[in-house]
């Protein structure tokens, strides 16, 4: 067995992004996500009653601290269902299996080309978001705010492990599926259950402490690696190249 | 980067690049090839010919590493065919698919430059530049490949199999949907690869291309009907013939041709028309020419009939024995 080659994930890293840069309506309409949960969240935290103390301000900040999560569990769904599926729709993915990659390394260059503008896009949004309150909220929003560690925490801790989902779900879609669109459908189908989860955590059926968010970060941590394994054994090439199954 | 896989030294050369043995390949209950056998030299273009659904990129599939053979075995450049020897074979072979397969979005030094990161290649500017202009597009390296022709991409195709300088090309269908111009542009290239010395594999039902291109073909229709040279098929199959045409027919071409006893055999293709099966051309051709001048007739033509790879073909699509010729 041949170790894994850096460079080669790096290489399908690199074609993703310039054909990103050649492709701009790409970044454009991901970015329309971010823009209009920032702009919710903006309306959500600067709009309170001025006699809002630090106790009652906690109720206005989780939901829309929590809502920025949404962010990196949706938006890669459509990027990462293109993934396989994209190449095959336009007749590359067979030269492509030809050369020496290996499936590791294509799944690699693959996700980091997804993970990479989700996750700047995303800690961009939280970045904004938060100068936004210490600069301009009222200081009760602020502390609150800056006062929630665990509130924090989470943002910054399960926005990766999120996406991690999202692209691993929805490279499964695309291997599956023998059409894009199919892909990109199911990629957004099977985003719904962390949505599910973040909409838990801000209407405190799951009450967000320290402990909370490390344990929910370390099952997203299994469930994410369980999940690149599953596209790693799916992603046989007879089964790509071929509309039947390995014998 | 080749480790293991690069064997294929000066010293081994006159082992085969590729030998099959008995190679199968089953879908369920669809058998796509079977029982396939055949050995390719090093700098041999080697044609592999067949209709449609008959099992040829099936076959290149499974050589390059791409689909498990169900049974047989195989060795690839020197290279054992096994799931652990994948990496090893890709790196010492290129595949040139049917369909160009670029991406449009990026330049055609870009596809380039991504195949050959995917090659693990060393300096690979020059191997574009070098790639680049032996398709001869060293001056369209900057267009984006959604701008160029269904030939143009097929040239960047081609180049990008170059690039790695594979011990095997296979070749699949290359001048599919070409149309003559561009297809005789290929034809020149593969003709330039092989004064070069590389091996090629080259399927296409196209039997005027292999005739021109192959040193040897193979004819597959699930099994392998024939492998061999082209002239050597042709002489296997058929014997030699002499083609007459005189202007009028004649009134009793049995009473002419019966008495050459050089000619085995003759049939009428049409009233004035005569083709006689002969033992060796050279010795009839005098005798046959008397006779029909004794004869009276009017000889518009005489002529050793030339068979061509087509007619092998559609001889064994028939359904002829399989045989092996040298």
Not at chain 2, 181 to 206: K, M, N, S, Y
Request: charged share 20%; with cysteine.
């Amino acid at each position: 067995m041949t170790a894994t080659d850096r460079n080669r994930a790096q290489a399908v890293l690199l074609k993703e992004l310039r054909e990103y840069r050649r492709r701009r309506s790409i970044i454009a309409t991901m970015a329309i996500l971010p823009i209009l949960i920032l702009i919710a969240d903006a309306v959500a935290v600067f709009v309170v009653p001025r006699t809002t103390v630090i106790l009652d301000a906690r109720k206005y900040v989780v939901s829309p601290v929590l809502y920025l999560l949404l962010i990196p569990s949706v938006m890669p769904s459509t990027l990462s269902a293109y993934s396989v599926a994209g190449e095959r729709e336009q007749g590359t993915l067979e030269p492509l299996l030809t050369t020496p990659i290996q499936r590791k390394e294509f799944i690699l260059g693959k996700a980091a080309a997804v993970a990479l503008p989700t996750m700047v896009l995303s800690y961009v949004v939280f970045a904004l978001f938060l100068c936004g309150v210490a600069l301009f909220a009222k200081t009760a929003i602020a502390s609150a705010t800056f006062g929630q560690g665990a509130l924090v925490l989470a943002l910054f801790l399960l926005a990766p492990l999120l996406a991690g989902w999202a692209i691993a779900v929805g490279m499964i879609a695309s291997v599956k599926a023998r059409d894009v669109r199919v892909a990109q459908q199911f990629g957004t189908l099977v985003s719904l259950p962390p949505v599910a989860l973040i909409l838990m955590l801000a209407a405190g059926v799951i009450h967000l402490t320290y402990l909370t968010a490390i344990i929910i970060s370390a099952a997203l941590l299994l469930i994410d690696y369980g999940a690149f394994q599953m596209v790693s054994r799916m992603m046989i090439p007879e089964r790509l190249v071929m509309d039947s199954k390995p014998e | 980067m080749s480790g293991d896989g690069a064997i294929v030294s000066e010293g081994v050369r006159n082992e085969p690049a590729l030998v099959v043995n008995q190679l199968t390949k089953r879908f369920g209950n669809r058998t796509a090839f079977a029982d396939v056998s055949f050995e390719v030299a090093h700098g041999e273009v080697f044609g592999f010919l067949g209709p449609n659904g008959a099992g040829k990129t099936t076959t290149v599939r499974t050589l390059g590493t791409l689909i498990a053979p169900t049974s047989g075995s195989a060795i690839v450049a020197g290279i054992p065919l096994n799931p652990d020897n994948g990496v090893e074979i890709r790196q010492q072979i290129a595949i040139m698919p049917e369909a160009p397969g670029l991406y449009l979005r990026l330049t055609v030094t870009e596809n380039l430059e991504y195949f050959a990161a995917l090659y693990g290649l060393h300096r690979p500017d020059a191997r574009i530049r070098e790639a680049l202009g032996a398709v001869n597009l060293g001056d369209r390296a900057n267009d984006l490949c959604g701008s160029l022709s269904k030939g143009l991409r097929q040239r960047v195709s081609l180049a990008r199999t170059l690039m790695s300088d594979p011990t095997i090309m296979f070749l699949d269908e290359p001048t599919s949907g070409l149309d003559p111009a561009a297809a005789r542009e290929v034809h020149t290239l593969i003709v330039g690869l092989r004064q070069r010395g590389v091996t090629i594999f080259l399927t296409t039902h196209r039997l005027e291309e292999a005739e021109k291109l192959c040193d040897r073909v193979a004819i597959l229709n699930t099994t392998l009907k024939t492998v061999g040279r082209p002239a050597a098929l042709r002489s296997q199959l058929f014997r030699s013939s002499i083609l007459v045409k005189v202007r009028t027919p004649l009134d009793h071409p049995g009473v002419v041709f019966d008495s050459i006893r050089s000619v085995e055999s003759w049939h009428a293709e049409d009233p004035a028309t005569y083709v006689l099966e002969v033992s060796d051309p050279l010795l009839a051709a005098p005798e046959v020419t008397r006779r029909l001048v004794e004869s009276g007739a009017d000889v518009l033509h005489m002529g050793e009939r030339h068979r061509s790879l087509e007619d092998v073909y559609l001889a064994l699509m028939g359904d002829v024995a399989v045989m092996t010729a040298p």
